[in-house]
């Protein structure tokens, strides 16, 4: 789901709370080393995501946040604010030539710039954290 969150209101901050959980405490962001990325270059949206992309030949920038249930990924087009909200259990990356997000039929490329590489730890952060999401499912021992 996107919301337009360049005013923030509290139906917004409900509707991110029950897709994604809330965000971590003062003290869990403190253990982990952070839980934001830095800002990223986004190279590639698929189609349904072009109309929260700059449509001048302007940069587009992203950044992602941690949350104990999925992701956030805030866009920036010019002085409008988007929110992508991903829970893990649809949350699909790959590693080509930068990252690219998969998810509710929609994806995001960020490019393989000096700030990606600086984000490598975020993004094992982010993987292992949707690791352990995904262990909470695990039905592979049941026994029938």
């Known amino acids: 789901m996107i919301l337009n969150t360049t005013k923030y209101s509290k139906k917004h901050k409900q509707i991110l709370n029950d897709l994604v959980g809330k965000s971590f405490s003062f003290l869990e962001s403190l253990k982990m080393k952070g839980v934001g990325s830095k800002r990223m270059i986004i190279g590639e949206v698929s189609p349904n995501l072009i109309t929260y992309m700059n449509t001048v030949s302007d940069i587009n920038y992203g950044n992602i946040e941690l949350r104990k249930h999925g992701i956030l990924i805030f866009i920036n087009k010019g002085l409008k604010n988007f929110t992508w909200a991903i829970p893990y259990y649809h949350l699909v990356m790959y590693k080509t030539n930068g990252a690219s997000i998969h998810a509710q039929g929609k994806f995001i490329h960020f ?34």
């Open 111 to 144: 490019k393989n710039t000096k700030t990606f590489k600086e984000n490598k730890r975020f993004f094992n952060k982010m993987l292992n954290e949707k690791i352990k999401y995904d262990e909470q499912y695990n039905f592979q021992n049941i026994v029938l």
